[in-house]
C-alpha cells in the first residue's frame, strides 16, 4: 500500500473539471449488445481512432474502460449496476438485533447473518446485481482507471487488490500471486453514492452512509495449484474467467468482506471477513466461506506486547471457525483481516483512512520513520466516520494539512473514485452533459498533491 506525499491541487485542474465534457468521436466497436462502445485514452477522454482504450457505456457511467486489445468480443462484459436510488429506502437489516460483541458465537451469528443477506438471489444471478430476483446491489462508479491491474476488468468488473509473494499464505518462496475484487452496495448505500456522485463532481460532503448500508467484496486469486509449496487452499473454490494484462485468465474465490453501517458500533461500523475454506462440507463451494473475524472499534492501545501477554481484544472477534491459514494471516497484534489483506494493519484501521484528499497512507508500511509501536499505534484509533483519519509527513508525525480535509466514512472504494477524478482527472466519456457541481481548490487540502493513486 503506498503512502502519501505532499501534493497541491493545482487551480488548473480544477477549471478544467468545470468545462463541459467532450462529446465521444465516433463509437467503437465490440462491447455488449444495448450498449455504446466508444474510443478513449485511458483517462476516458474521448479519442480519435485508433483509440488506445474502450470505454463501455450502459449508462451514465462508464461499466470499464480497458485497454483495446484487452476487449473480448466474444464477452461476457460487465455491466455497472448504477440505478442508485435517489429516496433513501427502507432499512431491511436482518442481523441488527444480533449482538456482536458477544463473543465468537455473538460475531459468527452476525457474519453469517451479513453473509446470507449479500448471497440471496446473488448465487444464481452469478453476481449480476440486475439479475437478482431477490434485491437490488450496486456498484461503484469510476473505479475504471488505475495503474496495470488496478483498473476494472471487462468481464467481471474486478479490481486489482494486493499481491502476494511466497512464502505468504503457503505459497512457493519467490511466486507472486495476483488478487482481484469486486464489490457490491445494497440500496442504502447506494443511495449514498448517488448523492456524492449526483454530478459531474463529487459533493463529498454527502459522504455518509445510513444505518443499514451494507456492502460485501468477493475477492478472488490467481493462484495456481502449482504455486502452493503445500496443498491448494483454494482446491474446489468457485472459479471465474477474467480479462488481465496477460490475457483471459482463471481466478478462484479466496475470501469475502462484509462492512455494515451500525450505530451500536463507537466507530459506526462492523467490518468482518471469510476465508475460503476447502474442507468445509457444503455442497455449494460459494457457502464454503467461513468466518475469519469481525471489528467494530480499533482496540486503541492494543500491541503486539499485549497479545504475546495474551490480554483479549475488547472490540474485535476472532472466530473459532477461522481456517488454519487465515489465523496465521492476521492484522497487526491479532486483529481481524483476511488472508489478501496487508498483515501490518486490519480491516477497520485500513478503511479508517477514507478521506480526500489522500493526506496519509493506509498503513505504516513503506515509512521506515513508523519505527515505533506509539507511532504505529496512530492507524489504531477509534472514530466514527465523520471525522478525517489526518494527515501524516514523512517522519510519521500527525500535522495539520492547509485546506479542508473531507472524510469518506470509511469507503476505500469512495476514495478511490473520489481521487481518480479529482486528482488524476480521469473523465467519463458516457455523460458529456452532466451538471459540474460545486468543488473549488479552497476546499481541498494544498499541500498533497503527488499523493500516489490509492487501490482498493
Given at each position: 500500500?503506498?503512502?502519501?506525499?505532499?501534493?497541491?491541487?493545482?487551480?488548473?485542474?480544477?477549471?478544467?473539471?468545470?468545462?463541459?465534457w467532450?462529446?465521444?468521436?465516433?463509437?467503437?466497436?465490440?462491447?455488449?449488445?444495448?450498449?455504446?462502445?466508444?474510443g478513449?485514452t485511458?483517462?476516458?477522454?474521448?479519442?480519435?481512432?485508433?483509440?488506445?482504450?474502450?470505454?463501455?457505456?450502459?449508462?451514465?457511467?462508464?461499466d470499464?474502460?480497458?485497454?483495446?486489445?484487452?476487449?473480448?468480443?466474444?464477452?461476457?462484459?460487465?455491466?455497472?449496476?448504477?440505478?442508485?436510488?435517489?429516496?433513501?429506502?427502507?432499512?431491511?437489516?436482518t442481523w441488527?438485533?444480533?449482538?456482536f460483541?458477544?463473543?465468537?458465537?455473538?460475531a459468527?451469528?452476525?457474519?453469517?447473518?451479513?453473509?446470507?443477506?449479500?448471497?440471496?438471489?446473488?448465487?444464481?444471478?452469478?453476481?449480476?446485481?440486475?439479475?437478482?430476483?431477490?434485491r437490488?446491489?450496486?456498484?461503484?462508479?469510476?473505479?475504471?482507471?488505475?495503474?496495470?491491474?488496478?483498473?476494472?476488468?471487462s468481464?467481471?468488473?474486478?479490481?486489482?487488490?494486493r499481491s502476494?509473494?511466497?512464502?505468504?499464505?503457503?505459497?512457493?518462496?519467490?511466486?507472486?500471486?495476483?488478487?482481484?475484487?469486486?464489490?457490491?452496495?445494497?440500496?442504502?448505500g447506494?443511495?449514498?453514492?448517488?448523492?456524492?456522485?449526483?454530478?459531474?463532481?463529487?459533493?463529498?460532503?454527502?459522504a455518509?452512509?445510513?444505518?443499514?448500508?451494507?456492502?460485501?467484496?468477493?475477492?478472488?486469486?490467481?493462484?495456481?495449484?502449482?504455486?502452493?509449496?503445500?496443498e491448494?487452499?483454494?482446491?474446489?473454490?468457485?472459479?471465474?474467467?477474467?480479462?488481465?494484462?496477460?490475457?483471459?485468465?482463471?481466478?478462484?474465490?479466496?475470501?469475502?468482506?462484509?462492512?455494515?453501517?451500525?450505530?451500536?458500533?463507537?466507530?459506526?461500523?462492523?467490518?468482518?471477513?471469510?476465508?475460503?475454506?476447502?474442507?468445509a462440507?457444503?455442497?455449494?463451494?460459494?457457502?464454503?466461506?467461513?468466518?475469519?473475524?469481525?471489528?467494530?472499534?480499533?482496540?486503541?492501545?492494543y500491541?503486539?506486547?499485549?497479545?504475546?501477554?495474551?490480554?483479549?481484544?475488547?472490540?474485535?472477534?476472532?472466530?473459532d471457525?477461522?481456517?488454519?491459514?487465515?489465523?496465521n494471516?492476521?492484522?497487526?497484534?491479532?486483529?481481524?483481516?483476511?488472508?489478501?489483506?496487508?498483515?501490518?494493519?486490519?480491516?477497520?484501521?485500513?478503511?479508517?483512512?477514507?478521506?480526500?484528499?489522500?493526506?496519509?497512507?493506509?498503513?505504516?508500511?513503506?515509512?521506515?520513520?513508523c519505527?515505533?509501536?506509539?507511532k504505529?499505534?496512530?492507524w489504531?484509533?477509534?472514530f466514527?466516520?465523520?471525522?478525517?483519519?489526518?494527515?501524516?509527513?514523512?517522519?510519521?508525525?500527525?500535522?495539520?494539512p492547509?485546506g479542508?480535509?473531507?472524510?469518506?466514512?470509511?469507503?476505500?472504494?469512495?476514495?478511490?473514485?473520489?481521487?481518480?477524478v479529482?486528482?488524476?482527472?480521469?473523465?467519463n466519456?458516457?455523460?458529456?452533459?452532466?451538471p459540474?457541481?460545486?468543488?473549488?481548490?479552497?476546499?481541498?487540502?494544498?499541500?498533497?498533491?503527488?499523493?500516489?493513486?490509492?487501490?482498493?
Amino acid at each position: 500500500m503506498a503512502h502519501a506525499q505532499s501534493f497541491l491541487v493545482r487551480a488548473g485542474l480544477i477549471t478544467a473539471m468545470l468545462c463541459l465534457w467532450p462529446l465521444p468521436s465516433k463509437a467503437a466497436t465490440g462491447c455488449a449488445p444495448g450498449t455504446t462502445c466508444i474510443g478513449v485514452t485511458p483517462e476516458g477522454q474521448p479519442s480519435s481512432d485508433p483509440a488506445p482504450s474502450i470505454a463501455q457505456c450502459s449508462g451514465r457511467f462508464p461499466d470499464f474502460i480497458v485497454p483495446a486489445s484487452q476487449l473480448n468480443a466474444k464477452g461476457p462484459w460487465f455491466k455497472l449496476a448504477q440505478a442508485y436510488p435517489s429516496v433513501l429506502p427502507v432499512n431491511d437489516a436482518t442481523w441488527s438485533a444480533i449482538q456482536f460483541d458477544n463473543g465468537a458465537a455473538g460475531a459468527n451469528a452476525y457474519l453469517m447473518a451479513l453473509r446470507t443477506y449479500a448471497f440471496e438471489g446473488m448465487i444464481p444471478a452469478d453476481f449480476s446485481p440486475q439479475a437478482n430476483a431477490v434485491r437490488q446491489w450496486y456498484h461503484m462508479p469510476l473505479m475504471n482507471f488505475g495503474i496495470g491491474p488496478g483498473r476494472r476488468e471487462s468481464m467481471r468488473g474486478l479490481t486489482g487488490e494486493r499481491s502476494v509473494r511466497g512464502p505468504e499464505l503457503g505459497i512457493k518462496p519467490g511466486v507472486t500471486v495476483r488478487n482481484y475484487a469486486v464489490g457490491f452496495y445494497n440500496a442504502r448505500g447506494a443511495h449514498t453514492i448517488g448523492q456524492v456522485w449526483k454530478a459531474k463532481n463529487p459533493d463529498l460532503a454527502s459522504a455518509k452512509f445510513p444505518v443499514g448500508a451494507m456492502s460485501f467484496k468477493i475477492l478472488f486469486s490467481d493462484a495456481k495449484p502449482s504455486d502452493f509449496s503445500g496443498e491448494d487452499l483454494l482446491d474446489g473454490a468457485p472459479q471465474w474467467q477474467i480479462s488481465t494484462d496477460a490475457g483471459v485468465v482463471p481466478v478462484r474465490l479466496l475470501q469475502m468482506d462484509v462492512a455494515t453501517a451500525d450505530d451500536r458500533a463507537p466507530t459506526g461500523w462492523v467490518f468482518g471477513t471469510f476465508a475460503y475454506d476447502k474442507s468445509a462440507p457444503d455442497p455449494s463451494p460459494w457457502l464454503r466461506l467461513r468466518p475469519v473475524g469481525l471489528s467494530w472499534g480499533n482496540d486503541e492501545g492494543y500491541t503486539p506486547a499485549d497479545q504475546a501477554a495474551g490480554k483479549p481484544l475488547l472490540q474485535s472477534t476472532i472466530s473459532d471457525q477461522i481456517p488454519a491459514f487465515a489465523k496465521n494471516h492476521l492484522g497487526w497484534a491479532g486483529r481481524p483481516n483476511g488472508p489478501v489483506d496487508n498483515p501490518a494493519s486490519g480491516c477497520l484501521s485500513c478503511h479508517s483512512t477514507a478521506e480526500y484528499p489522500v493526506v496519509a497512507p493506509m498503513t505504516f508500511t513503506g515509512n521506515p520513520q513508523c519505527n515505533t509501536d506509539q507511532k504505529k499505534l496512530h492507524w489504531f484509533r477509534t472514530f466514527d466516520g465523520t471525522k478525517t483519519f489526518g494527515a501524516i509527513d514523512a517522519n510519521c508525525t500527525p500535522i495539520t494539512p492547509s485546506g479542508t480535509v473531507f472524510p469518506l466514512d470509511f469507503s476505500l472504494q469512495l476514495k478511490v473514485s473520489v481521487q481518480n477524478v479529482l486528482q488524476y482527472n480521469s473523465v467519463n466519456p458516457c455523460a458529456p452533459a452532466e451538471p459540474v457541481g460545486t468543488i473549488s481548490a479552497s476546499d481541498l487540502a494544498k499541500d498533497f498533491q503527488d499523493a500516489p493513486r490509492v487501490a482498493r
